[in-house]
Structures are given as structure tokens and as C-alpha cells.
């Protein structure tokens, strides 16, 4: 009786949770699928007909000079922008856990730019930081910090540095938000310990806040990897992979190939690399991952 009793409960469980499973695995199922496919095709979005080529988008694609520097800026803008925002999403957590009055406003203001749509967030910088009349070139050269309106969007000098900025801005909020949450978890007698067995405040962020919280930060820097290693609205919204290339990515190189030259076939082929390149990258973060789960058990 309890056997049957535990295989209903387990049958209940599952057909809660199906649905919602069904619904993921569709959602996913068919994009991933579909792109596979069209890869090994000579798809194209004018014509209704197409066929096999086997790796022939591939081998296009590997021997594609703008492939390999698209590659090489998102490697960069992933690179720079998980830096900058665990960075400073870091330091903004370990401030405000030591803020007791008044945390809640603090809170509050530096979550702001995720409270508006990407969209917003983009052409509002463009207006800012247009090379004629944006507020804030035009205010350098008032202040006399600059001769000439400084070209933040279209220098090839200065655009790419200005994205990355852009998206740590972005981006920092949602890593201090979560740090800081796990920062609270952390039992504030081991600190108390600490300090009576003469550690100091390095000693303790090194043997008790960081083995507590690592798991999560650990956790946010895989998700923000796939997050800004995919992005794509920031970037076309704001520069559209110029000056040139200079801020051309990967998605944008797909997004060109496949809607500028209707290219599906080969475009589904770079949405594939893309996603192999992503799993190498995220199998080795959770090596990292399973391996600090182990000392912690």
C-alpha cells in the first residue's frame, strides 16, 4: 500500500510539472532542430526551393576572414563585459551590505536599468552620446574637457569601449542584486569568530564570504556568459556592428548573413557554431562548479 501509495504521488508530481516541460522542450525543440537542418541546406529566404550541400556553409563560414573577427569582438565583449559587471555588481553588493539605513533606496537607484525595455535603454544612450548634438559630447566641449564633440558611436577608437560600458551599466545591477542576496545568507558568528581569533578583513572574505557565495556567483557568470555572449539588441540598436565592424559580433554576422543576404542556410550554420562554442565555454564553468560543490560537501 505505501509503494502505491509513493508511485501515485511520484505520477501526480510529474503530470504538474509536464505541461510546463512540454512547453520548454517545444519551444526549444524546434529552433534547435530546424537550424541544424537548414545548416546542411542552401537555403534561402527568396526561393522556395532548396537541397543538401552537407558542410559546405560550414566550411564557408571557417574560411570567412569576417567570420573570424566577429568571433574574436565577441570574444572581447563577452570577456570585458562579465569582467566589468561582476566587478563592480560585486563591489556595489559588499557596500551595501554594510549600509543599514536607508539600503532599500539604494537598492532601488542602482536597479534602474533594468526597470526600462532594452530599446529604451539603447536610444536614449544614442540620443546622449550622438557625435552632433548628444547632451553629453556637446557638454565636454562646453566644460572644456574636449576641442571637437567627441565621436562616442561612430569613432572606431571609441565606440567599442563605449558599448562595453553601456552594457556593464546594463548589466552590474543583476549581479549586485543576487551577491547581495547571497551575502545575507552568510552566518554572521563565523565573522564574529574571525575577528576574535585576529583575522583580518581580507582573511575573511577569503575563508568565509567567498567559500559561501561562490556558488551563486558562480551560477550568475554561466548565465550572464550565454546572456552577453548572445546579445545582439544593445549592439544593432546602437552602432549596428559599426563603425565598419569594429562592434560587429557573431549574432550580428548571423543576423546579416541570414535577413541582409537572405542567406538561411549559412546563417543556421553560424547560429550553430555559436551554440557549440557556448556549451565549450559552459562545460568548462561547470567543471569549475562541480568541483566547488565537491569541497563543499
Known amino acids: 500500500m505505501p509503494v502505491k501509495r509513493k508511485t501515485i504521488s511520484s505520477l501526480t508530481s510529474w503530470l504538474f510539472v ?11 525543440l524546434y529552433p534547435v532542430t530546424s537550424s541544424i537542418f537548414y545548416s546542411f541546406t542552401n537555403k534561402n529566404l527568396i526561393k522556395a526551393d532548396f537541397r543538401m550541400i ?9 574560411t570567412d576572414n569576417t567570420f573570424w573577427t566577429a568571433f574574436l569582438t565577441n570574444l572581447k565583449w563577452t570577456a570585458a563585459s562579465l569582467l566589468g559587471q561582476l566587478l563592480i555588481g560585486f563591489s556595489a553588493a559588499l557596500a551595501l ?76 545591477p543583476l549581479m549586485m542584486v543576487n551577491i547581495l542576496s547571497a551575502l ?23 575563508h568565509i564570504t567567498f567559500p559561501h557565495i561562490r556558488m551563486v556567483v558562480g551560477l550568475l557568470v ?7 555572449f548572445n546579445s545582439f539588441d544593445i549592439i544593432y540598436l546602437i552602432t549596428g556592428g559599426g563603425p565598419g565592424s569594429i562592434t560587429k559580433t557573431v549574432p550580428i554576422y548571423a543576423y546579416d548573413t541570414g535577413w541582409g543576404m537572405r542567406m538561411l542556410g549559412k546563417s543556421s550554420a553560424v547560429t550553430v557554431l555559436l551554440l557549440l562554442s557556448l556549451l565549450f565555454i559552459c562545460s568548462m564553468y561547470f567543471k569549475l562548479l562541480n568541483r566547488w560543490e565537491k569541497e563543499n560537501a
Open 184 to 206: 545575507q545568507t552568510v552566518p554572521q558568528d563565523q565573522y564574529e569568530s574571525a575577528r576574535m581569533d585576529g583575522a583580518s578583513p581580507l582573511q575573511s572574505f577569503v
Open 97 to 172: 551590505n554594510r549600509i543599514k539605513k536607508g539600503s532599500g533606496i539604494y537598492r532601488t537607484l542602482l536597479i534602474i536599468p533594468w526597470a526600462f525595455p532594452s530599446i529604451v535603454l539603447a536610444f536614449s544612450w544614442k540620443w546622449i552620446l550622438n557625435g552632433v548634438s548628444g547632451f553629453l559630447p556637446n557638454l565636454l566641449v562646453k566644460l572644456g574637457i574636449c576641442d571637437t564633440t567627441p565621436q562616442f558611436l561612430s569613432s572606431a577608437a571609441l565606440a567599442f569601449p563605449t558599448l562595453v560600458f553601456l552594457n556593464i551599466w546594463f548589466g552590474a
Open 18 to 28: 509536464l505541461p510546463a516541460l512540454l512547453v520548454v522542450v517545444l519551444l526549444m
Open 54 to 62: 552537407g558542410l559546405d556553409n560550414y566550411k564557408a563560414i571557417l
Open 222 to 228: 554561466v548565465l550572464r556568459t550565454i546572456w552577453v
